[in-house]
Nanobody, 119 residues
Framework: EVKLVESGGGLVQPGGSLTLSCLAS????????MNWVRQAPGKGLEWVSA????????YYAEPMKGRFTISRDNAKNTLYLQLSSLASEDTAVYYC????????????WGQGTQVTVSS
């Protein structure tokens, strides 16, 4: 059974930091490009960041550059997202999603973890 389980979300003050994790199982983790996608209240899905199967290449949406850092540990089948300089606009449910190599279609999704930025 394929599983992607996110954790690490919570309430954080503006300007604060948080690290999200996504534990993968049931598929060959290092065959997949891993992504973080978020959904703010009342809005659609927004792609946040991606990392290549070997961790050698990372990609970020423009608003996240310099504030978020994506990484992965293939030995632990785990994806990470370090969030810093958080603002209220970053409040969202954050999902990890897997797509095979360079294919465009997402194959697997996690259930999401809530990040709330508020004073």
């Amino acid at each position: 059974e394929v599983k992607l389980v996110e954790s690490g979300g919570g309430l954080v003050q503006p300007g604060g930091s948080l690290t999200l994790s996504c534990l993968a199982s049931g598929f060959t983790f290092d065959d997949y490009t891993m992504n973080w996608v978020r959904q703010a209240p009342g809005k659609g899905l927004e792609w946040v960041s991606a990392i290549s199967w070997n961790g050698g290449t990372t990609y970020y949406a423009e608003p996240m550059k310099g504030r978020f850092t994506i990484s992965r540990d293939n030995a632990k089948n785990t994806l990470y997202l370090q969030l810093s300089s958080l603002a209220s606009e970053d409040t969202a449910v954050y999902y990890c999603a897997a797509r095979y190599r360079d294919y465009a279609q997402y194959d697997y999704w996690g259930q999401g973890t809530q990040v709330t930025v508020s004073s």
